[in-house]
C-alpha cells in the first residue's frame, strides 16, 4: 500500500486524513489530498485548502491509532507538615517570696467621756 500523507490546517490544527476522508465536505474515504478540489476549506474552521501544510507521511499498512485516553492524576498524599514542638514556658526556679500585706491599723475605739461636773463658782 502506499505512503499515507497527512495534512493539517494552519488556522485550527485540524488534520485531514485519506483514511477517513472529511464527512463535513463530503469527501470520501481514500482521497489523496492533491485530489480535493480547489474549493476544498477546512471541516471545522473554514480556511481555504492553501492554508493546509504537510504534517506527516505514514507508511505501510495503515493503522488506525486509538485516541489517547489519559488517566487521571493519582491524588498524592499530603505533604507533611513539620512538627512543632510546643514549649511550655517554666517556672523561674527560687520565686519571688510574696510581698507582705500592709498591716491596717485598727482605730482605737474610744470609751465615752465621764461627765464632768462643773462646779458653779461662787462670786
Do not use: Q
Amino acid at each position: 500500500m502506499a505512503d499515507i500523507v497527512r495534512y493539517r490546517c494552519s488556522g485550527c490544527g485540524w488534520i485531514y486524513d485519506p483514511r477517513f476522508g472529511d464527512a463535513a465536505n463530503e469527501v470520501a474515504r481514500g482521497v489523496v489530498f492533491e485530489n480535493l478540489p480547489a474549493k476544498f476549506i477546512c471541516g471545522v474552521c473554514g480556511c481555504p485548502k492553501a492554508k493546509f501544510v504537510k504534517h506527516d507521511v505514514l507508511g505501510g499498512k495503515p493503522e488506525v491509532k486509538k485516541p489517547e485516553v489519559k488517566k487521571p492524576a493519582a491524588a498524592k498524599p499530603a505533604a507533611k507538615k513539620p512538627e512543632v514542638k510546643k514549649t511550655v514556658a517554666k517556672k523561674p526556679a527560687a520565686a519571688k517570696p510574696a510581698a507582705k500585706k500592709p498591716e491596717v491599723k485598727k482605730a482605737a475605739v474610744s470609751k465615752p467621756a465621764a461627765k464632768k461636773t462643773e462646779v458653779k463658782k461662787k462670786k
